[in-house]
């Protein structure tokens, strides 16, 4: 038999089928037959993927630049002795290391929820009975019986169906359950279309089936998306390439500088050991211990407010990748839309109206020309209602969270509908019980029940050709039968499925006062038609605002669903996707049958232009964001299913639904949805955006008490002068800055006006030009300030232990004053609010007095070779650490008058 994953099952006859598999339909499989194919084709599971082990995934979370600057940083303080600071640099080493190594388990994580996908018990067909067996004995031949809430445990040609509906929106994204019909289909049939054929992991909500087994285990269409899931990368976070290239970047110019200040010390004749021991105090003087630190607790407070918003961050750099968001790719249905069918629009000959309410709440009214109308003031516009709220098997139940309804979305929203109207459906109900039904069979297309009643009365509903075909009139508004023009039917259903509604029509016939049974002869011809009600799924309220707030901060919002082009367009034209013109908004779409045949180069032009992509398969949704990826963009990526994982874990960031996401999808993601509703992302956004502020405002803030304690370094071995700092001052300063100043920053609220930027170029470094001139300023204040001092003080006959201690001072001073500048990059405080932030006064508070300890506590004197001081000494400190706050205010002030006048 034939095991090739790319046979078309669904385009072959059934006896070529038959003979292909070497199946017998009537009586299964027989146990040689069975243990000879599992040698051959394995079990129907998922092979897990072999990788790096765990302990070389562990050791490369270290092969990072900054990380071996550290390690050297802590290696150097080991060897001064300095054995509790070293151990809290490689304890922040080890710890990030231990973050990265969990979540470098994704992909992993997510082939294992396939493989959980799949564990399920099937009722095969072997020897002629039936048996229950455990889903991962089945192989290709194997005659499978499906029934109403079973999981489909393997891929399956269908071979009979009866009234049979799978939930295939996992794997295709399809918004409601999937009709099924036997029959070859053709060979170009899309995936989500195959009628005949059942995969893997599906769920039968309605019917009955038997099917024969085509593909197991890694053949089957969820094992080609652990394929690509496998397959696809991971891509590192723009923050994580930004800090890993300012890393680098810092480590050349440290190594420079030391090698610089090695040199110039050779050259003054001083000796190579002493000038050792100057690079080492450069070393540890420029290295920002405290930023791995910071930058984890910043992403974590990040993290946190988040939660408070319904956004779930199962990967730190996500959080700051969220705000760098240039594109986002959302899926529909649950989404951007409630998932709650709802019926918009009535239509009877000579009446159109609407129908406004959201979701399965029964609140809302008729109206016509946008005045309120009265359904009993049609005759015909009633029985439509009626006959809607009657031929209907669903039930709409009032609960703690609201309305639901048991039974086909479908159904529920005609209930709703006739609600709305007026027609109480427990009592409506009870007056016109029923007596007999035709259940809805995929090959029919429709469904009809028969009520009590003077006359008594068939209801029929269905797909609108199967509808007309058995009508021979029409009601008129005051109930008489008129001749039925075909003509104005079709116009009207072709109008209303261009808006992306989903059309139902409805029929009615009399029958005798005594019959208690109906069959497909009672309903073949000659009834009347009543109308057509057209339903969708609306969007959400919040996610139109969401999308609004996106295009104003210069995001994209795109739509990539498994739904049809119609209805995603259509939605997308309501939600305010595409482009504003002046007869309106044009929506561009795709199908996933147009993106086939586009070479690279023509995707990534249409991925840019496009703002909906409708009946993709997971292949095609994982070259969407890669081709979006090539044009530059920082692509964030919502999906809920099965065939959404390949392309969550390649976008730069994978956003997964909570409430309706499948475990494999939330295992891919980066951030998980509690809500599942596109108006978290908009929030995430601002959120991400907030904490990339404030890294930026921490590194623009640490990076001059580097640069001020190297350049005073360097300045005293080129002047050939005492050193102003020692080893493990320098190592004092930018610990005790780092945890009680600059942490105060990570609290540091949202600046106004977030969400009216343009999102951040992926290629911008985290320090631009400006920053880096404000760094170099604000080193040389401090520079000049430590520097003076120092040399007055030895000057005025203080001890080198005095002078070197009003030189750290000046940095834990001026730092402080530095760090009211830094709550905003170009806002005064006075502007933000001066006790808006409570923890900047706490953590200055906190430095003060950790500085009087060092500086007056004995023991401290004996540990950093200090010495106590005079209050002149602090009065100068304290001038200037205002003289910097003036002069970085006066900056800020003056690059805010330049650009207003731009």
């Given at each position: 038999?034939s095991?090739?994953?790319k046979?078309?099952?669904?385009?072959?006859?059934e006896p070529d089928?038959?003979?292909?598999?070497?199946a017998?339909?009537?009586?299964?499989?027989?146990?040689?037959?069975v243990?000879d194919?599992?040698?051959?084709?394995?079990r129907?599971?998922?092979?897990?993927?072999?990788?790096h082990?765990?302990?070389?995934?562990?050791l490369?979370?270290?092969?990072q630049?900054l990380?071996?600057i550290l390690l050297?940083a802590a290696?150097v303080?080991?060897?001064l002795?300095?054995?509790?600071?070293?151990?809290?640099?490689?304890?922040v080493?080890?710890?990030?290391?231990?973050?990265?190594?969990?979540?470098?388990?994704?992909?992993?994580g997510?082939?294992?929820?396939l493989?959980r996908?799949l564990?399920?018990?099937a009722?095969?067909?072997?020897?002629?009975?039936?048996?229950?067996?455990?889903?991962?004995?089945l192989?290709?031949?194997?005659?499978?019986?499906?029934?109403?809430?079973?999981?489909?445990?393997?891929?399956?040609r269908?071979?009979?169906?009866?009234?049979?509906?799978?939930?295939e929106?996992a794997?295709?994204?399809?918004?409601?359950?999937v009709?099924?019909a036997?029959?070859?289909?053709?060979?170009?049939?899309?995936?989500?279309e195959?009628?005949n054929m059942?995969?893997?992991?599906?769920?039968?909500?309605?019917?009955?089936?038997?099917?024969?087994?085509?593909s197991t285990g890694?053949h089957?269409?969820?094992g080609?998306?652990?394929?690509?899931?496998?397959?696809a990368e991971?891509l590192?976070?723009p923050?994580?390439?930004?800090?890993?290239?300012f890393?680098?970047?810092?480590?050349?110019?440290?190594l420079a500088?030391?090698?610089?200040t090695?040199?110039?010390?050779?050259?003054h004749g001083?000796?190579?050991?002493?000038l050792?021991?100057v690079?080492?105090?450069?070393a540890?003087?420029?290295?920002?211990?405290g930023?791995?630190?910071?930058?984890t607790?910043?992403?974590a407070i990040?993290?946190?407010r988040?939660?408070?918003r319904h956004?779930?961050?199962?990967h730190?750099?996500?959080?700051?990748?969220?705000g760098?968001?240039?594109v986002?790719?959302s899926?529909?249905?649950?989404?951007?839309?409630?998932?709650?069918?709802?019926?918009?629009?009535?239509w009877?000959?000579?009446?159109?109206?609407?129908?406004?309410?959201?979701?399965?709440?029964?609140q809302?009214?008729l109206?016509?020309?946008?005045?309120?109308?009265?359904?009993t003031?049609?005759?015909t516009?009633?029985?439509?209602?009626?006959?809607?709220?009657?031929?209907?098997?669903?039930?709409l139940?009032?609960?703690?969270?609201g309305?639901k309804?048991?039974?086909d979305?479908?159904e529920?929203?005609l209930l709703?509908?006739a609600h709305?109207?007026?027609?109480?459906i427990?009592?409506?109900?009870?007056?016109?019980?029923r007596?007999d039904?035709?259940?809805?069979?995929?090959?029919?297309?429709?469904?009809?029940?028969?009520?009590?009643?003077s006359?008594?009365?068939?209801y029929?509903?269905?797909?609108?050709?199967?509808?007309?075909?058995?009508?021979?009139?029409?009601?008129?508004?005051?109930?008489?039968?008129?001749?039925?023009?075909?003509?104005?039917?079709?116009?009207?259903?072709e109008?209303?499925?261009g808006?992306?509604?989903?059309v139902?029509?409805?029929a009615r016939?009399t029958v005798?006062?005594?019959q208690?049974?109906?069959?497909?002869?009672d309903?073949?011809?000659?009834l009347?038609?009543?109308?057509?009600q057209?339903m969708?799924d609306?969007?959400?309220?919040?996610?139109?605002?969401?999308?609004?707030?996106?295009?104003?901060?210069?995001?994209r919002?795109?739509?990539i669903?498994?739904?049809h082009?119609?209805?995603?367009?259509?939605?997308?034209s309501?939600?305010g996707?595409?482009?504003?013109t002046?007869?309106?908004?044009l929506v561009?779409?795709?199908?996933?049958?147009?993106l086939?045949?586009?070479?690279?180069?023509?995707?990534?032009?249409?991925a840019?232009?496009t703002?909906v992509f409708?009946r993709?398969t997971?292949?095609?949704k994982?070259?969407?964001?890669?081709?979006?990826?090539?044009?530059?963009?920082?692509v964030a990526?919502?999906g809920?299913g099965?065939?959404d994982?390949?392309a969550?874990?390649?976008a730069?960031i994978?956003?997964?639904?909570g409430?309706?996401g499948?475990?494999?999808?939330?295992?891919?993601?980066?951030m998980v949805?509690?809500?599942d509703?596109?108006?978290?992302?908009?929030?995430?956004?601002?959120e991400?955006?907030?904490v990339?502020?404030?890294l930026?405002k921490f590194?623009?803030?640490i990076?001059?008490?580097?640069?001020?304690?190297?350049l005073?370094i360097i300045?005293?071995?080129?002047l050939?002068?005492?050193?102003?700092?020692?080893?493990?001052?320098?190592?004092w300063?930018?610990?005790?800055?780092?945890?009680l100043?600059?942490?105060?920053?990570?609290?540091?609220?949202?600046?106004?006006?977030?969400?009216?930027?343009p999102?951040?170029?992926p290629?911008?470094?985290?320090i631009?030009?400006?920053l880096?001139?404000?760094?170099a300023l604000?080193?040389?204040l401090?520079?000049?300030?430590?520097?003076?001092l120092?040399?007055w003080?030895?000057h005025?006959g203080?001890?080198?232990?005095?002078?070197?201690?009003?030189?750290?001072?000046?940095f834990?001073?001026?730092?402080?004053?530095?760090?009211?500048?830094?709550?905003?990059?170009?806002?005064?405080?006075?502007?933000?609010?001066?006790l808006?932030?409570p923890?900047?006064w706490?953590?200055?508070?906190?430095m003060?007095?950790v500085?009087l300890?060092f500086t007056y506590?004995?023991a401290?004197n004996?540990?950093?070779?200090t010495?106590p001081?005079?209050?002149?000494?602090w009065?100068?400190?304290?001038l200037?650490?205002?003289l910097i706050y003036?002069?970085?205010?006066?900056?800020?002030a003056?690059?805010?008058?330049r650009?207003?006048r731009?």
């Open positions: 038999m095991s090739a994953p046979t078309p099952w669904h385009a072959l006859p089928l038959l003979g292909l598999l070497e017998d339909q009537a009586q299964g499989l027989t146990p040689a037959q243990q194919r599992q040698q051959r084709f394995g129907n599971l998922l092979a897990p993927r072999l990788g082990g765990p302990l070389l995934r562990f490369l979370q270290f092969h630049a990380v071996y050297a290696a303080k080991a060897g002795g300095a054995w509790i600071d070293a151990s809290v640099i490689f304890g080493v080890l710890l990030n290391a231990i973050i990265g190594f969990i979540q470098e388990g994704k992909a992993l997510a082939l294992a929820a493989a996908a564990t399920t018990e009722t095969v067909l072997r020897e002629g009975a039936k048996q229950r067996i455990d889903a991962t004995d192989v290709p031949g194997d005659i499978v019986l499906l029934a109403s809430g079973d999981k489909v445990p393997a891929d399956l269908l071979l009979q169906c009866r009234n049979l509906r799978i939930d929106s794997l295709t994204g399809e918004s409601v359950p009709e099924k036997v029959g070859a289909q053709a060979f170009d049939t899309a995936l989500a195959r009628a059942s995969y893997s992991s599906t769920l039968v909500t309605y019917g009955t089936a038997t099917g024969v087994v085509t890694e089957t269409e969820i080609r998306i652990s394929e690509l899931i496998a397959s991971a590192a976070t923050l994580t390439r930004k800090i890993a290239s890393s680098r970047l810092l480590l050349y110019a440290i500088l030391a090698a610089l090695f040199a110039v010390g050779l050259w001083n000796p190579p050991v002493d050792f021991m690079a080492v105090a450069l540890v003087a420029m290295i920002p211990e930023l791995p630190a910071v930058l607790i910043t992403l990040g993290v946190t988040m939660a408070r956004a779930i961050i199962r730190l750099p996500a959080v700051e990748t969220l760098s968001t240039t986002i790719c899926d529909k249905t649950g989404t951007l839309t409630r998932n709650e069918m709802t019926v918009r629009q009535l009877v000959a000579g009446l159109d109206v609407t129908v406004d309410g959201v979701g399965y709440a029964p809302g009214r109206l016509r020309d946008g005045q309120a109308f009265d359904a003031a049609n005759a516009l009633r029985e439509l209602l009626l006959a809607g709220l009657l031929c209907n098997d669903a039930v139940k009032q609960g703690a969270e309305w309804i048991e039974g979305p479908t529920g929203a709703v509908a709305k109207a007026g027609l109480e427990a009592p409506t109900q009870a007056v016109q019980p007596l039904a035709i259940p809805f069979e995929s090959e029919h297309q429709y469904m009809a029940t028969l009520h009590e009643g006359p008594r009365v068939v029929l509903k269905g797909a609108v050709e199967q509808v007309l075909a058995r009508c021979t009139g029409l009601l008129d508004a005051d109930g008489h039968n008129i001749p039925l023009d075909l003509a104005a039917v079709h116009a009207q259903v109008a209303m499925a808006q992306g509604l989903r139902l029509a409805f016939a005798a006062p005594d208690r049974s109906i069959d497909h002869a309903v073949a011809n000659g009347q038609f009543l109308g057509l057209g969708i609306p969007p959400r309220e919040e996610a139109v605002r969401a999308v609004q707030a996106c295009r104003g901060a210069g995001i919002v795109k739509m669903t498994g739904d082009a119609a209805t995603a367009a259509a939605i997308a309501q939600i996707l595409g482009e504003d002046p007869t309106g908004r561009s779409a795709l199908s996933g049958r147009e086939e045949g586009l070479s690279d180069e023509q995707l990534r032009s249409a840019a232009d703002a409708a993709v997971p292949e095609q994982l070259r969407l964001v890669q081709a979006l990826q090539a044009r530059g963009e920082v990526m919502t809920d099965v065939n994982a390949p969550l874990r390649r730069d994978g956003v997964a639904m409430i309706n499948t475990e494999v999808s939330k295992e891919a993601a980066d949805l509690t809500d509703n596109f108006a978290t992302i908009a929030a995430a956004v601002e991400g955006r907030g990339f502020d404030n930026v590194i623009t803030w990076l001059p008490t580097n640069a001020g304690q190297g005073v300045v005293a071995v080129v050939a002068q005492p050193l102003p700092l020692l080893p493990v001052q320098a190592l300063i930018n610990m005790t800055t780092a945890v100043l600059g942490l105060a920053l990570a609290f540091e609220p949202r600046e106004p006006g977030i969400m009216r930027r999102p951040r170029r290629d911008t470094p985290i631009s030009t400006e880096l001139l404000r760094i604000v080193g040389t401090l520079l000049v300030g430590s520097f003076a120092f040399e003080a030895l005025r203080s001890s080198e232990a005095q002078a070197r201690t009003i030189a750290v001072n000046v834990a001073v001026g730092q402080s004053f530095y760090l009211l500048n830094c709550r905003s990059l170009r806002l005064s405080m006075f502007k933000l609010g001066v808006s932030n923890w900047i706490v953590g200055i508070g906190a003060m007095t500085q300890l506590l004995p401290m004996l540990l950093f070779h010495a001081i005079g209050w002149t000494d009065l100068h400190i304290t200037v650490g205002l003036l002069i970085v205010g006066a900056e800020k003056w690059r805010r008058r650009e207003l731009r």
